[in-house]
């Protein structure tokens, strides 16, 4: 399975060690954690990233990563019908990242798929970098990524 995440270039070369969202924490995990969010495609990753973008930074210099997984990596599956209705319009919400706080804590896989709230019908992938598997994922280089200027008209 091919994954991607968009980062600023300076954030390029740690973009999959977690340290991020251990800061910031997320929607589905708390800060104090380290977890790296990912997309399975790049349009679901660009929107990812719109969402929580200040429109100032909009030209900056980014970055769009690949990481592919083995086919037989362990990944745990969460759907909407797992989450409260609300999900959506909840962000750092503290059940939503007790969902990821409780799957690291159990460590039986190195993926936990997870709806995305910004399209719904797509899926993000959350990665532990410090289940055992992580050492299987192949990350590519960075490689400079330009967002279409018509996004922000």
């Known amino acids: 399975m091919r994954l991607w995440r968009i980062t600023m270039a300076r954030h390029g070369a740690t973009a ?3 340290i991020g969202s251990r800061n910031a924490g ?9 977890a790296v969010y990912t997309a399975e495609h790049t349009s679901t990753a660009i929107l990812e990233m719109l969402v929580h ?4 930074h909009f030209g900056r210099n980014f ?10 990596m362990s990944i745990d599956v969460i ?3 797992d989450l409260p209705r609300d999900w959506r319009t909840r962000y750092e919400d503290d059940e939503l990242q007790q969902v990821g706080a409780d799957w ?7 993926g936990l798929m997870v709806p995305s709230a910004v399209a719904p019908a797509e899926t993000n992938i959350i990665l532990n970098p410090e289940h055992p598997e992580f050492a299987a994922v192949t990350i590519h280089d960075p490689e400079p990524y330009l967002f279409d200027p018509r996004l922000l008209d």
Do not use: Y
């Open 16 to 18: 999959f060690s977690g």
């Open 26 to 34: 997320g929607r589905w995990t708390p800060p104090g954690r380290l």
């Open 53 to 56: 973008m200040d429109p100032a």
């Open 63 to 72: 970055v769009l990563i690949a990481a592919d997984l083995p086919d037989d």
């Open 79 to 81: 759907t909407e019908a």
């Open 104 to 110: 690291l804590d159990r460590a039986q896989s190195v």
